[in-house]
């Protein structure tokens, strides 16, 4: 089918070409009448190319390549990307962005190694070296793609020097001090709950907010859930004696998820649960603990208790050759045995 007038066309290329499909449009005339064409970019298919040349058509950008800014190359990947990456990597596009706003209304084709690494250097101490990593990755997509559409012909992103990794975040675990409060304000602060099944489960927060209640057997006392890595994965988890009463009250929710929101009833996000619900609770509660905190506190109450590292990691969910079998019964009572040390 032909395009409309003014839309422009993709054409391939003569010769043995990596990228043979290339995006045009007109953009005047000769004395005699012969269209004279701007070539957008040159992509490995048809598809690609024409998926493109509508991105232009609905948002037309200066063909001038040489004043294509940086900002205009991040909306049109981010665009790009949309339907096809998860919602993780498109919030990790959108935190980039925050960080790269000194250089975003600099012309790409006059940004250098030297503008990225003031760049990058500025942060450090301001920021986790793991978010300074994503920011390189980011700003590497981006090149990559202004090099697609022949805006540049060099990736300066490849030259950054990342810095040294250094712990920004120092892991604490809840003292039992702090644990006996939680557990004084659990008819008093909502939520209170979940972080005591966190800290006596060595669940993820995110694990915890994915849980269904069809992966709680209260006839056996254990529940199924776990993500990230292998090990991680659908393990089973013993559940805390403590922690059962707990476990059983929330199985009376509407909903399949054993947390959810009280206002209405659904699936709480990890961001609202952190920021709305864990920050608020421990400022309430006068602590001073991230989420993950939790976690920390299991393994290393676990640990003070049991020597039986297969079990420990099991439980926990990392990576241990004695564990890449199957969970059999005998392997569950093992984790429960050690898990129920714990006071």
């Not at 991040?74 to 706003?101: C, E, F, P």
């Not at 590292?309 to 050690?338: F, L, V």
Request: hydrophobic share 35%; proline share 3%; charged share 25%.
């Amino acid at each position: 089918m032909k395009n409309p007038n003014g839309y422009g066309s993709v054409v391939k290329l003569s010769g043995k070409r990596r990228r043979p499909f290339a995006t045009r449009v007109t953009v005047g005339y000769t004395d005699e009448g012969k269209q004279v064409y701007r070539y957008l970019g040159y992509y490995e298919t048809r598809k690609e190319a024409m998926y493109q040349l509508s991105l232009y058509s609905a948002n037309p950008y200066d063909i001038n390549l040489s004043k294509i800014t940086l900002h205009e190359i991040y909306t049109r990947y981010v665009d790009t990307q949309r339907g096809k990456v998860s919602q993780g990597r498109l919030n990790s596009y959108k935190t980039s962005y925050n960080h790269i706003i000194p250089i975003l209304n600099l012309k790409v084709c006059d940004i250098k190694t030297v503008h990225l690494q003031n760049l990058i250097d500025s942060l450090i101490g301001k920021i986790s070296t793991g978010t300074i990593k994503m920011i390189k990755s980011v700003l590497n997509s981006l090149f990559e793609y202004a090099m697609k559409l022949d805006v540049i012909d060099k990736n300066y992103s490849k030259f950054i020097i990342m810095p040294k990794h250094t712990k920004v975040i120092e892991r604490k675990i809840f003292t039992d001090n702090e644990i006996d409060l939680l557990w004084l304000n659990i008819d008093e602060i909502d939520y209170v709950d979940t972080i005591l099944i966190l800290i006596y489960t060595g669940m993820r927060i995110n694990e915890l907010l994915s849980l269904k209640k069809e992966n709680i057997n209260l006839e056996n006392n254990t529940l199924t859930g776990g993500s990230k890595t292998e090990a991680g994965k659908n393990r089973v988890i013993p559940i805390h004696p403590k922690i059962l009463p707990l476990i059983i009250k929330r199985m009376d929710n509407p909903t399949e998820y054993l947390v959810i929101s009280y206002k209405n009833n659904t699936k709480i996000s990890y961001v609202t649960f952190r920021t709305k619900i864990f920050n608020v609770m421990m400022e309430k509660l006068n602590m001073v603990h991230t989420i993950h905190d939790t976690r920390h506190t299991f393994a290393t109450m676990i640990s003070d208790v049991s020597n039986n590292e297969a079990a420990i990691a099991g439980i926990i969910g990392h990576t241990n050759i004695s564990m890449t079998k199957k969970y059999t019964h005998t392997n569950i009572e093992k984790m429960r045995k050690e898990i129920e040390k714990i006071n």
